[in-house]
């Protein structure tokens, strides 16, 4: 089946510190790619939609000053916090469908981000 | 406003019955549904999907079941294996080109032996 790598899987860092998360598609070509996050028992939340060399479209309440997203290839999107607080400390999951419509998303293993 | 719902947020299951999941939708514009299953600190895995224009769909042991007049579907599974136990989300979309899912908030379906 197809295959979505997601890294890094587990990040630890200070407060401030910006952090860059990547998401391929390794044998597919990923025309869209989703951003989500999981807060504990809680359902994936979409944060942002990007489709390959086209500005994400971000959710409401979603700050794209805080969360950049960056679709530059088919097979690769990369998500930023930056400048990381507390508060960002959560499961972030990517997503990615292609290249045609009416294909299931394929999810990576997620980034577990813990601020300190 | 919960457009997907899954109104069971756990499920116990004795080994080798049948698992079966819930899921009921409010938008009738929703014309593609779709089940993953996700453990622990991973990605949701894609299980089976079901368009509009069918009732049932089967692959192995999961089969989908829709019923477009009550907005309700299902997902069964038979016979249930350990392997099983994991959180199962109900997902829909209305066929934008972006594909973007609505997701319910899950059922914890738990095997026992």
């Known amino acids: 089946g197809a295959v979505v790598s997601q890294h890094p899987s587990r990040v630890i860092c200070k407060s401030g510190t910006s952090v860059k998360i990547e998401c391929r598609s390794l044998?597919?070509?990923?025309?869209?790619m989703f951003w989500y996050r999981q807060f504990p028992k809680q359902s994936l939340m979409l944060m942002a939609t990007?489709?390959?060399?086209?500005?994400?479209?971000?959710e409401q309440g979603v700050e794209k000053d805080k969360f950049l997203i960056n679709h530059a290839s088919l097979t690769l999107s990369t998500l930023t916090v930056t400048s990381a607080h507390p508060e960002d400390s959560s499961f972030y999951i990517c997503?990615?469908?292609?290249?045609?419509?009416?294909?299931?998303?394929?999810f990576g293993d997620g980034t577990r981000l813990s601020i300190l | 406003d919960q457009q997907v719902k899954q109104n069971s947020p756990s499920l116990s299951v004795q080994e080798g019955r049948i698992s079966i999941l819930n899921c009921d939708y409010t938008?009738?514009?929703?014309?593609?549904f779709l089940w993953y299953k996700k453990y622990p600190a991973e990605g949701p895995t894609f299980l089976i999907s079901?368009?509009?224009i069918k009732d049932k769909n089967e692959d192995g042991r999961f089969t989908v079941f829709l019923n477009k007049s009550a907005k309700h579907l299902s997902l069964h599974i038979v016979p249930s294996q350990p392997g099983d136990s994991a959180v199962y989300f109900c997902?829909?979309?209305?066929?934008?080109?972006?594909?973007?899912?609505?997701w319910g908030a899950g059922t914890k379906l738990i095997i026992k032996p």
């Open positions: 044998d597919f070509q990923a025309t869209t």
């Open positions: 990007s489709n390959e060399g086209s500005k994400a479209t971000y």
């Open positions: 997902a829909a979309s209305d066929g934008d080109s972006n594909y973007q899912l609505i």
């Open positions: 997503s990615a469908t292609g290249p045609t419509d009416n294909q299931p998303q394929h």
């Open positions: 079901i368009s509009s």
């Open positions: 938008n009738s514009m929703f014309d593609y």
